[in-house]
């Protein structure tokens, strides 16, 4: 079975653009997740997907929103980038059973995001 | 909110050796805690994971161990070899959400 999928998995942008990550999830996964992973802050929560639906969401700007299809792909975007951006990006996904059980997330290998 | 704590943050071996590291959790609602190994250039991979009815799992080389009392969770790994160097996370959930520690970065020298 294919594991999690990311694209791109690098982009250089400019202050003030916006970007697009696209995640597809290990087939029969219904859940995905996004994380954001820095040197200074690790890995932080941004927000959860699950039917196309949002579930849960992390402490994050407005800049950073998502989406989810229906064929479970998701996308989350970033508008207005800031330097402080600059991030590996990391989609995870889970069978998404919903409920208060803890889920095994599966990762992808990161869209690696650079803003100048 | 959840908050995790990871000890040691860099942590160097001989190969052969056992290597153990700590996280402490603060929510006592987590009942899922799931140990990532990361290396350069790559997403997380799950190892192993460990549920709040189980004290403790092991697999191969590789144990977790579970205090739901005190609120703390361990990673052991046997016999270490140069390839379990890498960056090593550990995180607790309640739900879909997962908190993370701050990582420890293993060297294991041959």
């Known amino acids: 079975k294919a594991g999690v999928t990311q694209t791109p998995r690098y982009l250089i942008k400019t202050r003030g653009q916006q970007v697009t990550l696209s995640c597809s999830p290990i087939?029969?996964?219904?859940?995905v997740s996004w994380y954001q992973q820095t040197p200074g802050q690790g890995l932080q929560f941004l927000f959860e997907y699950f039917s196309e639906t949002q579930r849960n969401k992390g402490n994050f700007p407005g800049r950073f929103s998502g989406r989810q299809f229906s064929n479970s792909r998701s996308e989350m975007n970033v508008s207005t980038l800031e330097l402080g951006d600059s991030a590996l990006y990391l989609c995870?996904?889970?069978?998404?059973?919903?409920?208060?059980?803890?889920?095994?997330?599966?990762f992808g290998p990161g869209t690696r995001l650079l803003v100048l | 909110g959840e908050n995790v704590e990871q000890h040691p943050s860099t942590l160097s071996v001989q190969e052969g050796d056992s290597a153990v590291i700590k996280c402490t959790y603060s929510d006592s609602a987590s009942n899922y805690f799931p140990w990532y190994k990361q290396e350069l250039g790559k997403g997380p991979q799950l190892i192993i994971d460990?549920?709040?009815?189980?004290g403790e799992k092991k697999d191969q080389r590789i144990a977790v161990t579970l205090n739901k009392t005190a609120k703390h969770f361990s990673l052991h790994i046997t016999e270490t070899q140069p390839e379990d160097s890498a960056v090593y996370f550990c995180?607790?959930?309640?739900?879909?959400?997962?908190?993370f520690g701050e990582g420890t970065q293993l060297t294991v020298n041959p």
């Open positions: 460990i549920r709040s009815n189980v």
């Open positions: 995180a607790a959930t309640s739900g879909s959400r997962l908190t």
């Open positions: 087939s029969g996964h219904r859940s």
């Open positions: 995870a996904s889970s069978l998404g059973l919903g409920g208060s059980e803890g889920e095994t997330q599966y």
